[in-house]
C-alpha cells in the first residue's frame, strides 16, 4: 500500500503559469485510490482503481474550470503500462514514442513544466495511436 501524500503542483490557470493547486493522495487497504485537490478555497475528492485514474478524474473537473496541471501525469506522451498500474498504484508511467515500446518511466506527479500537457481526451486519443503503432 502506498503512503499518503501531499504536494503542491504546479498549474495554467486560463493559460498563465505561476500558480499551485495543493494534491493530497490515499490508498485505502482495499486498493481503492483517492485524490483531494485544494483549489480556489474549494475541495475536489475523486477515487479510482489507481492514482493515475484518478488524476484523470481531477484533471477533468480542473479543465471545466480552465486550470491544467503541470506533471507527469497530464504529459500527452505518457501513460502508465498494466504492470506499473498493479505494482505501482499507477504512480509510475512510461514516456511512449510512436512505433517504439515504452522503456522510459516517470513519477506520474513530478513536476514537468517544460513538457507538452494537454486535456484527458488528447492523452487518450494519443495513448490508443502509441498502442495501434506498437501493436497493442
Not at 485514474?53 to 505518457?78: F, M, P, T, W, Y
Request: aromatic letters at 8%; glycine letters at 8%.
Amino acid at each position: 500500500m502506498s503512503p499518503p501524500f501531499s504536494m503542491n503542483l504546479p498549474v495554467l490557470r486560463s493559460g498563465h503559469p505561476g500558480t499551485f493547486v495543493h494534491i493530497e493522495g490515499d490508498r485505502s487497504p482495499t486498493g481503492i485510490c483517492s485524490l483531494a485537490v485544494t483549489e480556489s478555497g474549494r475541495c475536489y475528492i475523486c477515487a479510482a482503481k489507481d492514482f493515475f485514474d484518478a488524476l484523470k478524474a481531477i484533471r477533468l473537473i480542473l479543465e471545466a474550470r480552465d486550470i491544467q496541471v503541470l506533471c507527469n501525469g497530464s504529459r500527452e506522451d505518457v501513460w502508465p503500462s498494466p504492470g506499473s498500474r498493479r505494482t505501482d498504484a499507477g504512480l509510475v508511467a512510461y514516456v511512449c514514442r510512436p512505433g517504439k515500446f515504452a522503456t522510459e518511466a516517470v513519477q506520474i506527479f513530478e513536476d514537468a513544466s517544460e513538457s507538452s500537457h494537454v486535456s484527458v481526451s488528447r492523452q487518450e486519443a494519443y495513448a490508443r495511436r502509441w498502442q495501434a503503432s506498437v501493436g497493442r
